[in-house]
DNA sequence: AGGGTGACAGCGT
DNA sequence: TACGCTGCCACCC
């Protein structure tokens, strides 16, 4: 605690607390220990990244520009200190978080409690959506139990406290474009195309059908992919693959409904 | 034909 | 409250 290479991060953080526990009445300490989490940082494909850990595990992910920064963010959306992790307190769930960071699946603990029910539920989905497939936001809305959500989806991945692990740039939009993303619609691309998506396979026909089976998925549902080129039927709706007589796929759901 | 656009419904915050 | 990483349809060339 009374480290002579104090980082300033730390500093702040004890200025603060210093200024707080007076008024609440409480010692120093204790507002630091009430009132402080641990963050480290990590690899990324967005770079380095910075990562909030709470009691559940990890509560917030941010490409910020610096420890600082950071620290600044989390303070303004969380009202809580955060400060680096000290020793191994959070080596287990900073192993687990390099890995999910480099592509592995593993699952990575959350801590979604500060999120709404409807956030929670929409994050949940968007974590099961699989590395190389993408799902419009319609198709989470549907998912989550709110079908008419769509927007208000769009409204929860703009906030998503923790991209990369809960997938948000693999949600676009129900046309096959790609749509915006927190960090940058440009980064959101160049993401899906690092995991094996090409933005080009689903603009304009983000459904495909085949005769074989009389069945339509999303583009990039594992099903559509074992397709062969000459069976394959392109489709810029699901509604236009049900007028001509296709089924919706019962993997990957393709909303069928207006 | 099919990509672009504008209006508006619709949802949670 | 008004707003937003949308969806859908009408309408344009």
Not at 115 to 134: C, D, N, S
Not at 154 to 173: D, F, I, Q, T
Request: proline share 8%; charged share 25%; aromatic share 6%.
């Amino acid at each position: 605690m009374n480290e002579p290479s104090v980082e300033r991060p730390i500093l702040l953080l004890r200025e603060t607390a210093a200024r707080i526990a007076p008024v609440r009445g409480t010692p120093v300490d204790e507002v630091l220990a009430g009132a402080t989490d641990s963050f480290f940082a990590a690899e990324s494909p967005l770079g380095t990244v910075y990562v909030a850990v709470g009691q559940e595990g990890v509560r917030y992910l941010d490409p910020a520009d610096s420890e600082e920064d950071f620290a600044r963010r989390y303070r303004r959306r969380f009202g809580r200190f955060v400060s680096p992790a000290q020793g191994d307190e959070v080596a287990g769930l900073a192993e687990k978080v390099a890995s999910a960071l480099a592509g592995e699946r593993v699952d990575v603990p959350l801590d979604l409690s500060r999120a709404t029910p409807f956030q929670r539920r929409v994050l949940h989905v968007v974590k099961g959506i699989a590395r190389g497939e993408v799902r419009p936001y319609v198709w989470v809305a549907r998912e989550a139990g709110t079908p008419g959500a769509s927007r208000a989806v769009g409204n929860v991945m703009a906030n998503n406290p923790v991209p990369l692990l809960v997938p948000c740039h693999r949600v676009v939009r129900n046309d096959g474009s790609t749509g915006s993303y927190a960090f940058g619609s440009g980064e959101k691309v160049r993401l899906l195309r690092g995991e094996g998506v090409e933005p080009e396979e689903i603009s304009g026909s983000p459904y495909v059908a085949t005769p074989t089976t009389g069945i339509v998925c999303h583009a990039t549902c594992r099903n559509a992919r074992r397709i062969q080129p000459y069976n394959r039927r392109a489709f810029r709706s699901v509604r236009s693959a049900v007028e001509a007589g296709y089924r919706p796929c019962k993997v990957c759901r393709p909303v069928a409904a207006a």
